[in-house]
T-cell receptor
Framework: EAQVTQNPRYLITVTGKKLTVTCSQNMNHEYMSWYRQDPGLGLRQIYYSMNVEVTDKGDVPEGYKVSRKEKRNFPLILESPSPNQTSLYFC???????????????FGDGTRLSIL | SQQGEEDPQALSIQEGENATMNCSYKTSINNLQWYRQNSGRGLVHLILIRSNEREKHSGRLRVTLDTSKKSSSLLITASRAADTASYFCATGLRSFKTIFGAGTRLFVKA
């Protein structure tokens, strides 16, 4: 089954304790992306990756790191989490742009992070 | 900065009625997509319209795009209770960033 898998689904942690949210897709997609969703703000893009070893900042990259060492995986790293990073996080993937146009994205089920 | 803004923020209709949601954006796009989200779940892609297209249909969905006004609309015809969800527009920029709006919450009463 084609899917984007995020882990963990829920996490409560404390300020400053490094954490990693993993994301894996089995569709051989080139494009992967992380978003955070906050009430009233919709989804905001944190980082995206066009392919292995290629990452770019989205609209809200501060406080986050990513890496793309393999095509299927795109982990999100919070080196020193703070309470303002409490949010619902989504990983998504798609085929790379075709004819200069983004492709439909497949989303994971989300990771709810609470940072105390 | 948020690119897409949906209007209305919330919409409540009776089953069988049509639902129309609007999206406005600010800069040049390569395409515009609509997604659906059931409460707290991941988003599901509904339809994509390219910047050189004006209208597209998929089942009960009809999407229009007016690049001169930087706006799009999503029409769901003959709505069903199962259409209750949040709907988001997403603009694909030439940098291949994706910008989502804040969404419209649709409630369809049976």
């Amino acid at each position: 089954e084609a899917q984007v898998t995020q882990n963990p689904r829920y996490l409560i942690t404390v300020t400053g304790k490094k954490l990693t949210v993993t994301c894996s897709q089995n569709m051989n997609h080139e494009y992967m992306s992380w978003y955070r969703q906050d009430p009233g703000l919709g989804l905001r893009q944190i980082y995206y990756s066009m392919n292995v070893e290629v990452t770019d900042k989205g609209d809200v990259p501060e406080g986050y790191k990513v890496s793309r060492k393999e095509k299927r995986n795109f982990p999100l790293i919070l080196e020193s989490p703070s309470p303002n990073q409490t949010s619902l996080y989504f990983c998504a993937s798609s085929f790379g742009p075709r004819d200069g146009s983004n492709q439909p994205q497949h989303f994971g089920d989300g990771t709810r992070l609470s940072i105390l | 900065s948020q690119q897409g803004e949906e209007d209305p923020q919330a919409l409540s209709i009776q089953e069988g009625e049509n639902a129309t949601m609007n999206c406005s954006y600010k800069t040049s796009i390569n395409n515009l997509q609509w997604y659906r989200q059931n409460s707290g779940r991941g988003l599901v892609h509904l339809i994509l319209i390219r910047s050189n297209e004006r209208e597209k249909h998929s089942g009960r969905l009809r999407v229009t795009l007016d690049t001169s006004k930087k706006s799009s609309s999503l029409l769901i015809t003959a709505s069903r209770a199962a259409d209750t969800a949040s709907y988001f527009c997403a603009t694909g920029l030439r940098s291949f960033k994706t910008i989502f709006g804040a969404g419209t919450r649709l409630f369809v009463k049976a």
